[in-house]
T-cell receptor, first 115, second 115 residues
Framework: AQKITQTQPGMFVQEKEAVTLDCTYD???????LFWYKQPSSGEMIFLIY??????QNATEGRYSLNFQKARKSANLVISASQLGDSAMYFC????????????FGSGTQLTVLP | NAGVTQTPKFQVLKTGQSMTLQCAQD?????MSWYRQDPGMGLRLIHY???????DQGEVPNGYNVSRSTTEDFPLRLLSAAPSQTSVYFC??????????????FGPGTRLTVL
């Protein structure tokens, strides 16, 4: 079975600085996708970024980039130029291509951006 | 498009009561899922559906039933509510097809308390 590990329960970052949120995964499948979601205090799940296992380049979406190291099975999220609005819970998740499009989530990292 | 809608937003039940959480999507997505999120944890899969008339169990299915009579709707039924089912429930949908960025679209969530 697949597994996602997020080892940082909480992180603090100064406004305008960059921050890296760690995510490691465990799967024996070769075809999979990795997702990051943001959950603000209001509770909704907001999609941030996606990386496919066969994608050769690291994914980027605006201030978000994914540092994908396949051999190490890590998919860290990098947020550049942090903003106060980035304060939220961040979840890493994996989707196996052979599955019925179901996500397995990590336990999350609570990010706090300090002014 | 309204995306994924869920009703109600909040619900309080007494132990032993039954109820149905409603979920609907207007994106013609084949795949729909129900997740629960407990405090300090990521989302865990309850049940999912790969199309009308087809459902299957996820990681934590006990105490819940689902059905999928149409592409749009995927209700979740609590048969006899227990305090352990106090949680936030998310419905999600995604398109089918081959590998690729199959982003899951989440509803706003239903916060359920069982007394």
């Amino acid at each position: 079975a697949q597994k996602i590990t997020q080892t940082q329960p909480g992180m603090f970052v100064q406004e305008k600085e960059a921050v890296t949120l760690d995510c490691t995964y465990d799967t024996s499948d070769q075809s999979y996708g990795l997702f990051w979601y943001k959950q603000p205090s209001s509770g909704e799940m907001i999609f941030l970024i996606y990386q496919g296992s066969y994608d050769e380049q690291n994914a980027t979406e605006g201030r978000y980039s994914l540092n994908f190291q396949k051999a190490r099975k890590s998919a860290n999220l990098v947020i550049s130029a942090s903003q106060l609005g980035d304060s939220a819970m961040y979840f890493c998740a994996i989707l196996l291509v052979g599955s019925a499009r179901q996500l397995t989530f990590g336990s999350g990292t609570q990010l706090t951006v300090l002014p | 498009n309204a995306g994924v809608t869920q009703t109600p937003k909040f619900q309080v039940l007494k132990t032993g009561q039954s109820m149905t959480l409603q979920c609907a999507q207007d994106m013609n997505h084949e795949y729909m899922s129900w997740y629960r999120q407990d405090p300090g944890m990521g989302l865990r899969l309850i049940h999912y559906s790969v199309g009308a008339g087809i459902t299957d169990q996820g990681e934590v299915p006990n105490g819940y039933n689902v059905s999928r009579s149409t592409t749009e709707d995927f209700p979740l039924r609590l048969l006899s509510a227990a305090p352990s089912q106090t949680s936030v429930y998310f419905c999600a949908s995604t398109r089918g097809g081959l590998a690729g960025r199959n982003e899951q679209f989440f509803g706003p969530g239903t916060r359920l308390t069982v007394l």
